[in-house]
């Protein structure tokens, strides 16, 4: 029997609507309209963001009548797992389906009690790099930032531990979905949310300008990191063609631009691909890029990819990309790739159930 309390809203939705969408002044609107308190809206975000509710039945301290009403109108979005991998490093990878029937994957990697999660914005990319899986499959939409945030949520709860760091490395490129990036970092990094600090929340870009720029402007202390995988620009334009437009030259100016803006230390990612950009040149090339600019180079030996033709570096190559690079005064590690064995490491995550099935 329903709550004398409880109102209908007015006019029914044809479509549920996700409330993960909902802003917490619509929320108190909402309810307003329900007839209900104000303190409801908290206690429902309380559910939606901190428990990672997957029913409105959960939600037991909101009356009976009023869950029925939030059932019939609204969504909790959810992800259904589809198939789950478990690297011998502990990496787990998860190929989770949203209810429209598109697919993503993210990986939760685990570390010395700590807990990081490499999260996709898009389902598939625009970007079409070379050496990536995910540029291969194409790209089918972008996700809401409800949808970003509840990969984090569902391998905080498979893992059953506080996720500590967010990467924004997987599928997508999300400075081409920025505004939903941007609200979905907001609410990691949110108390009322999964309560993350901010500089270990790390968004990966090819290199987007104009979004490098009002990324530098936004008042969090949000990390930047920039796939830069060549300094040489044919190399550059060869290996990431969604980035062509933007050149070197461009991006040195506006990573300047950044640094001096925001005082935060950006992190190039550069993959190492034998014969392509691990010669001399390159090595040249990269060294003076960045020079003289506060930077850290996070070099990955290339990752193998199915049918792929390119190779990775030699570990001693690695190395003396170390070297060189600290002899200009540039900080540089050698990325210990995660969950490689079951392709959940950078440029093998592509959503696909037949390949992670076997």
């Given at each position: 029997?329903?709550?004398?309390?409880?109102?209908?809203?007015?006019?029914?939705?044809?479509?549920?609507?996700?409330?993960?969408?909902?802003?917490?002044?619509?929320?108190?609107?909402?309810?307003?309209?329900?007839?209900?308190?104000?303190?409801?809206?908290?206690?429902?975000?309380?559910?939606?963001?901190?428990?990672?509710?997957?029913?409105?039945?959960?939600?037991?301290?909101?009356?009976?009548?009023?869950?029925?009403?939030?059932?019939?109108?609204?969504?909790?979005?959810?992800?259904?797992?589809?198939?789950?991998?478990?690297?011998?490093?502990?990496?787990?990878?998860?190929?989770?389906?949203?209810?429209?029937?598109?697919?993503?994957?993210?990986?939760?990697?685990?570390?010395?009690?700590?807990?990081?999660?490499?999260?996709?914005?898009?389902?598939?990319?625009?970007?079409?790099?070379?050496?990536?899986?995910?540029?291969?499959?194409?790209?089918?939409?972008?996700?809401?930032?409800?949808?970003?945030?509840?990969?984090?949520?569902?391998?905080?709860?498979?893992?059953?531990?506080?996720?500590?760091?967010?990467?924004?490395?997987?599928q997508g490129e999300p400075f081409?979905?920025?505004?939903?990036?941007?609200?979905?970092?907001?609410?990691?990094?949110?108390?009322?949310?999964?309560?993350?600090?901010?500089?270990?929340?790390?968004?990966?870009?090819?290199?987007?300008?104009?979004?490098?720029?009002?990324?530098?402007?936004?008042?969090?202390?949000?990390?930047?990191?920039?796939?830069?995988?060549?300094?040489?620009?044919?190399?550059?334009?060869?290996?990431?063609?969604?980035?062509?437009?933007?050149?070197?030259?461009?991006?040195?100016?506006?990573?300047?631009?950044?640094?001096?803006?925001?005082?935060?230390?950006?992190?190039?990612?550069?993959?190492?691909?034998?014969?392509?950009?691990?010669?001399?040149?390159?090595?040249a090339s990269l060294c003076d890029?960045?020079?003289?600019?506060?930077?850290?180079?996070?070099?990955?030996?290339?990752?193998?990819?199915?049918?792929?033709?390119?190779?990775?570096?030699?570990?001693?190559?690695?190395?003396?990309?170390?070297?060189?690079?600290?002899?200009?005064?540039?900080?540089?590690?050698?990325?210990?790739?995660?969950?490689?064995?079951?392709?959940?490491?950078?440029?093998?995550?592509?959503?696909?159930?037949?390949?992670?099935?076997?």
């Amino acid at each position: 029997m329903q709550d004398a309390n409880t109102q209908q809203p007015s006019s029914k939705p044809h479509q549920k609507k996700d409330i993960h969408s909902y802003s917490h002044k619509e929320l108190v609107a909402l309810f307003k309209e329900l007839n209900q308190p104000a303190f409801r809206a908290k206690q429902v975000e309380e559910w939606v963001w901190e428990k990672n509710a997957t029913s409105f039945s959960q939600m037991t301290n909101l009356p009976k009548s009023l869950r029925s009403v939030l059932e019939e109108n609204l969504t909790l979005g959810g992800t259904e797992e589809l198939v789950k991998q478990v690297s011998q490093d502990g990496s787990r990878k998860y190929l989770l389906r949203y209810p429209d029937g598109v697919s993503v994957e993210c990986v939760g990697m685990p570390n010395r009690g700590k807990l990081a999660v490499c999260a996709s914005s898009q389902a598939g990319c625009p970007m079409g790099c070379a050496f990536c899986a995910t540029g291969a499959s194409g790209f089918t939409r972008n996700l809401t930032a409800g949808e970003i945030y509840e990969q984090v949520m569902h391998v905080r709860d498979d893992f059953d531990t506080r996720v500590t760091s967010v990467v924004l490395m997987g599928q997508g490129e999300p400075f081409m979905n920025y505004d939903a990036v941007l609200s979905a970092l907001r609410k990691l990094n949110s108390p009322d949310g999964a309560g993350i600090g901010a500089r270990h929340l790390t968004v990966s870009t090819c290199g987007v300008i104009p979004m490098i720029k009002r990324f530098a402007n936004e008042p969090e202390q949000f990390t930047l990191a920039v796939s830069l995988h060549s300094a040489v620009q044919r190399t550059r334009d060869m290996l990431m063609p969604g980035v062509k437009k933007y050149s070197l030259l461009h991006l040195y100016d506006v990573m300047g631009e950044y640094v001096d803006k925001t005082g935060r230390r950006p992190t190039y990612e550069y993959a190492l691909i034998k014969g392509v950009n691990d010669t001399e040149e390159e090595l040249a090339s990269l060294c003076d890029f960045c020079r003289d600019n506060l930077a850290h180079v996070n070099l990955i030996q290339l990752n193998d990819v199915k049918g792929s033709k390119f190779q990775p570096s030699s570990e001693a190559r690695a190395q003396e990309f170390v070297r060189r690079l600290a002899n200009v005064g540039v900080e540089a590690t050698i990325r210990n790739s995660r969950g490689s064995d079951i392709d959940a490491a950078c440029g093998q995550l592509k959503q696909n159930v037949e390949r992670m099935s076997r």
